[in-house]
């Protein structure tokens, strides 16, 4: 008996230029549209904060709480603006780093002081400590505060349930 056998050859050419591949399916999923919502009220929270900022404090303390907050809402700008990124720019980081801890644990402690810092501005803000203008302006800041913190809460939840494999 005689068999006949097929052989396939495949030849793959590749060319050696340098692109960058942008994973735009990621801000398609919940977890990419929380960091981009967050990444884009922190950025309006720190060029409120940053704007009115004031040069000579009342008080005289270092630490006021519009100092706090802006310190926060950089900070976590910063963050978020990396985690971003990088699952942006590779195919398989937001696959991957979902399934660790760093997630949980960023979001946790971005919730945590986030609103600390939204809460302390806006008792700040009901007390009377500034004027009409900063009044404003720090009340709009503390309101997204409270918000983008609502969004870390729903994504260390997000982060958890994928880490526990749920």
């Given at each position: ?6 052989i ?10 340098s ?23 922190g ?80 008792v ?43």
């Amino acid at each position: 008996m005689s068999h006949s056998v097929v052989i396939t050859r495949t030849t793959t050419t590749t060319t050696s230029t340098s692109h960058v591949v942008l994973n735009t399916g990621y801000l398609r999923t919940t977890p990419g549209l929380l960091k981009l919502a967050q990444l884009l009220i922190g950025a309006v929270n720190v060029g409120l904060v940053a704007y009115y900022i004031r040069r000579y404090p009342t008080s005289g303390l270092p630490a006021s709480a519009e100092f706090f907050f802006l310190l926060m809402a950089v900070a976590f700008l910063i963050g978020t603006f990396c985690l971003l990124a990088s699952c942006l720019v590779s195919l398989s980081t937001g696959g991957i780093i979902s399934k660790t801890i760093y997630e949980l644990v960023y979001h946790t402690i971005a919730f945590l002081l986030y609103l600390i810092a939204s809460i302390m501005l806006l008792v700040d803000v009901t007390n009377g400590r500034y004027y009409h203008t900063l009044k404003d302006a720090y009340m709009a800041a503390a309101i997204l505060g409270l918000i983008v913190s609502a969004l870390y809460l729903f994504s260390a939840l997000l982060a958890q349930r994928s880490y526990r494999g749920i």
